[in-house]
């Protein structure tokens, strides 16, 4: 009797789903080198090694973010299949295309036995906890130090009633099987509670911090040093992100980022050096997700031929 053909069709998907993305991943970095060359040459390596152990801290903070709505719904997870699955599926955003995140993690955790409309409802349900709380961040760093070189964006701020509510528990849950129910799929098993969204937005700031971190140390590597260039680079990083993420349009936020980062940077550092910045940032945390997939895929092996 020949053995199955399931499993083995299935490693060669996934083997092919992370050669794509890493290949895709590896591109973000290198199509952006010529670009960032003038920066890059004006930062020391010590500073580029700081900047990348904070984009880790912050990729470990959106993990456990995540973690904790998973666990919140229902399913929780040892830190090292978390990483793995988390990590890996991030990847997915630099394929073209916007569901190769949720499709990855959906795949890896029901290894975990973690009902796919689950692993989708905690995917989705981190983007407008870090929406939200970006947008918290910008508010509480730019109007004071960037003035009006971000009053183009002040309409974001809308958001912030509808995030406001939309994060309710009740709402949340009412959204959630509303929406499995028009997609004919059973309700949550359960539902998701107050501590669940406070313990990741709590993560979600952590995530804030690091990453302002990281890009104000390359503003500081580019002459802009001083408590206003350290604020402004944590609420730029966060108005950036929360742009790209409103225009979905764009591959993670390809471009617009960059565009509303050189902005609130403009009080501190010339254009050039705002771009050189923004090229920089983004590629660092390029980087730092490659770092922690490929820690995490590492770890999660040799884990597992330990059980073995």
Not at 46 to 68: D, F, Q, T, Y
Not at 82 to 93: H, N, R, T, V
Not at 234 to 257: D, E, I, T, Y
């Amino acid at each position: 009797m020949s053995p199955p053909r399931k499993p083995v069709l299935k490693r060669v998907v996934r083997f092919g789903f992370l050669a794509v993305a890493l290949g895709f991943g590896v591109w973000a970095v290198v199509s952006q080198w010529d670009a960032i060359g003038a920066g890059l040459a004006r930062l020391s390596w010590p500073l580029l090694g700081v900047s990348l152990v904070a984009v880790v801290g912050a990729l470990l903070a959106g993990m456990l973010m995540w973690r904790a709505l998973l666990a919140d719904l229902g399913s929780p997870l040892r830190l090292a299949d978390a990483a793995k699955i988390f990590f890996i599926g991030q990847l997915g955003k630099y394929i073209p295309g916007s569901v190769w995140p949720v499709l990855a993690q959906m795949e890896m955790g029901k290894d975990h036995g973690i009902p796919r409309a689950r692993s989708a409802a905690a995917f989705f349900l981190t983007y407008p906890i870090y929406l939200a709380t970006g947008l918290l961040v910008a508010v509480a760093t730019l109007p004071a130090f960037a003035g009006d070189s971000v009053a183009g964006y002040a309409w974001l701020l809308l958001l912030l009633p509808v995030l406001a509510v939309g994060l309710l528990p009740k709402v949340v849950n009412g959204v959630l099987n509303l929406g499995f129910r028009l997609l004919r799929r059973s309700p949550l098993e359960r539902p998701l509670t107050a501590r669940g969204v406070l313990t990741s937005t709590g993560w979600a700031f952590a995530g804030w911090a690091a990453y302002g971190a990281q890009l104000a140390v390359i503003v500081h590597g580019l002459g802009a040093t001083g408590p206003r260039a350290v604020v402004l680079s944590f609420g730029a990083f966060a108005l950036a992100w929360c742009l790209g993420f409103v225009f979905v349009l764009a591959p993670a936020g390809a471009g617009v980022r960059e565009v509303a980062m050189v902005a609130a940077l403009a009080p501190v550092l010339d254009q050039g050096s705002a771009i050189a910045a923004a090229l920089v940032s983004r590629v660092v945390v390029s980087v730092g997700d490659l770092v922690c997939a490929a820690f995490a895929g590492w770890r999660a092996g040799k884990t597992e031929k330990t059980v073995e």
